[in-house]
């Protein structure tokens, strides 16, 4: 067995061993999470940095962003407080099922994690893969940055990484070790364009106040959710999902979304909306 077949028979181990330690915390704990939150007045959910979904204000220690904004609106709704608890996304999954915290806002659906925890059916909002490209760079479809002489940054390893260099095999795709190493490249000219998720870029736009966020077509649209931790009645979970399709339908997400831009110093009018409607226009 390979060095990788390995690693990927752990992962697997520790994935199983997590999905039955979340299992028999749910028996141990006996009270649902409907019942817990609503008898302690607190819906506590899991923040973990990474602007626009959350953000730790390094001077106050206040915790913002789409994310708590979305926490803050379920808690109304429930009639309780919402209180944030700090945590990784690598920890996500674990901190859901020794119940350190209720729900995680803006946490993909991947089938790794369905396999240790649950999420609602409806999706919380949407991003697509986008670009940041520099003045006087029009990018309506993928097609128009496929040129030998667009030079696009990417973030070693990422999943922007994977798909671009497929969909763009006449671009010159410039790799760096992570995000930050990526917008500085950009904002120093060294690349014409960086790709990564258009929420995140306009974070990176608000910063620099360089270029335009763009999200060509075909539109490569992703739906995120809500991590919670398995029960054998869902009740939480299924309420979730009715806010989610609420909130959704009415406009309030991407309100709440356009919201958190104006704190940003950004004009939501100008930027990519979260519905995936509003992505493929």
Same mark, same amino acid.
């Given at each position: 067995?390979?060095?990788?077949?390995?690693?990927?028979?752990?992962?697997?181990?520790?994935?199983?061993?997590?999905?039955?330690? @979340?299992?028999?915390?749910?028996?141990?704990?006996?009270?649902?999470?409907?019942?817990?939150?609503?008898?302690?007045?607190?819906?506590?959910?899991?923040?973990?940095?990474?602007?626009?979904?959350?953000?730790?204000?390094?001077?106050?220690?206040?915790?913002?962003?789409?994310?708590?904004?979305?926490?803050?609106?379920? *808690?109304?709704?429930?009639?309780?407080?919402?209180?944030?608890?700090?945590?990784?996304?690598?920890?996500?999954? *674990?901190?859901?099922?020794?119940?350190?915290?209720?729900?995680?806002?803006?946490?993909?659906?991947?089938?790794?994690?369905?396999? *240790?925890?649950? &999420?609602?059916?409806?999706?919380?909002?949407?991003? *697509?893969?986008?670009?940041?490209?520099?003045?006087?760079?029009?990018?309506?479809?993928?097609?128009?940055?496929?040129?030998?002489?667009?030079?696009?940054?990417?973030?070693?390893? !990422?999943? !922007?990484?994977?798909?671009? !260099?497929?969909?763009?095999?006449?671009?010159?795709?410039?790799? &760096?070790?992570?995000?930050?190493?990526?917008?500085?490249?950009?904002?120093?000219?060294?690349?014409?364009?960086?790709?990564?998720?258009?929420?995140?870029?306009?974070?990176?736009?608000?910063?620099?106040?360089?270029?335009?966020?763009?999200?060509?077509?075909?539109?490569?649209?992703?739906?995120?959710?809500?991590?919670?931790?398995?029960?054998?009645?869902?009740?939480?979970?299924?309420?979730?999902?009715?806010?989610?399709?609420?909130?959704?339908?009415?406009?309030?997400?991407? !309100?709440?979304?356009?919201?958190?831009?104006?704190? /940003? @110093?950004?004009?939501?009018?100008?930027?990519?909306?979260?519905? /995936?409607?509003?992505?493929?226009?």
């Amino acid at each position: 067995m390979t060095v990788f077949s390995r690693s990927a028979a752990l992962r697997r181990t520790i994935v199983a061993g997590l999905a039955c330690m @979340g299992l028999l915390a749910g028996a141990a704990t006996g009270a649902q999470t409907l019942d817990k939150v609503k008898q302690s007045g607190q819906l506590k959910i899991g923040v973990a940095a990474g602007d626009p979904w959350y953000y730790r204000d390094p001077v106050s220690g206040q915790w913002s962003g789409v994310g708590v904004l979305v926490g803050e609106q379920i *808690a109304k709704s429930m009639g309780v407080k919402m209180i944030p608890v700090e945590t990784t996304w690598g920890n996500s999954v *674990a901190g859901l099922q020794s119940g350190q915290f209720d729900v995680m806002f803006v946490l993909d659906a991947t089938e790794e994690r369905k396999r *240790a925890i649950d &999420f609602p059916a409806t999706p919380l909002l949407w991003y *697509a893969q986008g670009v940041l490209a520099k003045d006087g760079l029009v990018a309506k479809n993928w097609e128009d940055l496929n040129k030998p002489d667009v030079r696009i940054g990417v973030a070693l390893g !990422t999943a !922007t990484d994977r798909d671009l !260099t497929k969909r763009l095999p006449n671009a010159r795709i410039e790799r &760096f070790t992570n995000t930050d190493e990526t917008v500085a490249a950009f904002n120093a000219g060294r690349v014409d364009a960086i790709g990564f998720y258009h929420s995140v870029l306009a974070i990176a736009y608000s910063k620099i106040k360089k270029g335009s966020v763009q999200v060509p077509k075909p539109v490569v649209a992703i739906p995120t959710s809500a991590g919670v931790r398995k029960e054998k009645e869902p009740a939480f979970r299924d309420m979730l999902d009715q806010q989610f399709k609420k909130m959704y339908d009415s406009g309030q997400t991407q !309100t709440l979304y356009s919201q958190y831009l104006k704190t /940003k @110093g950004l004009d939501p009018e100008k930027q990519p909306g979260v519905t /995936k409607e509003a992505l493929e226009k």
